[in-house]
């Protein structure tokens, strides 16, 4: 058992938690949350948190190109890191600067959105450790795509120096922020297509504020 699969298993409550937001990765038309709650998204346990959230906005975050990846293979946008920086900055989640290492994770398969958020968390670590960077943390989004109309979820992973995930955590259409985001294209065309990113960009950045605001009390 590797250090972030120690750090992400979460307590019997949790656990519990985590089964009800952990959908099969099917096509995110072919299933509708009947209920949702106001929690925005699942962060789980990190002993590293604390730290972050004290140090967060004085700190130099490396954001690296969103990935959004869908059944038959990974893309990256930098549409979405942009806009991804201008937020960070703009709210003063601390020193939000731009990094063009591009992480692929592949084409989206397995079987649920926890095991793919685990097997992200751990590429993204390995992929930095081969290229370290100098700021305090690093930041990548990823919107999961199974077909191009919908997103099925959004996941947001911050790593210290050492490829620790301090802040990481998922979001999906049992949470209400997600499913009130309309996070699905309002037509067949390329440019629908980037609005519904830009739109996911929007909720996972949101929720990520949410999530410091409830880490502060």
């Known amino acids: 058992m590797n250090r972030f699969t120690r750090m992400c298993r979460p307590s019997l409550p949790r656990a519990i938690i985590l089964l009800a937001l952990t959908l099969l990765f099917l096509p995110a038309n072919a299933h509708e949350a009947e209920t949702?709650?106001?929690?925005?998204?699942?962060?789980?346990?990190?002993?590293?948190a604390a730290a972050f959230v004290a140090a967060c906005e004085s700190?130099?975050?490396?954001?690296?190109?969103t990935?959004?990846?869908?059944?038959e293979r990974s893309a990256v946008s930098f549409?979405?890191?942009?806009?991804?920086?201008?937020?960070?900055n703009e709210h003063g989640i601390g020193n939000a600067s731009r990094r063009s290492l591009r992480v692929d994770l592949g084409p989206a398969r397995r079987p649920s959105q926890w095991e793919m958020?685990?097997?992200?968390?751990?590429?993204?670590?390995e992929r930095l450790a081969d290229r370290p960077g100098r700021t305090d943390y690093t930041m990548v989004m990823e919107i999961l795509v199974p077909d191009e109309s919908a997103v099925f979820g959004i996941e947001v992973y911050i790593v210290d120096k050492a490829g620790q995930h301090v802040f990481s955590f998922l979001l999906n259409e049992h949470h209400a922020m997600f499913a009130e985001g309309n996070l699905y294209a309002t037509g067949d065309t390329e440019k629908a297509r980037e609005a519904m990113i830009r739109r996911a960009t929007s909720v996972g950045l949101e929720a990520l504020?949410?999530?410091?605001?409830k880490a502060r009390g």
């Open 117 to 125: 958020f685990q097997y992200a968390s751990r590429s993204i670590t």
């Open 209 to 213: 504020h949410a999530q410091l605001d």
């Open 36 to 48: 949702t709650i106001g929690e925005p998204g699942f962060r789980p346990d990190s002993e590293h």
């Open 59 to 65: 700190s130099t975050i490396a954001v690296l190109p």
């Open 67 to 71: 990935i959004v990846r869908r059944v």
């Open 79 to 88: 549409d979405s890191q942009a806009q991804v920086i201008e937020y960070l």
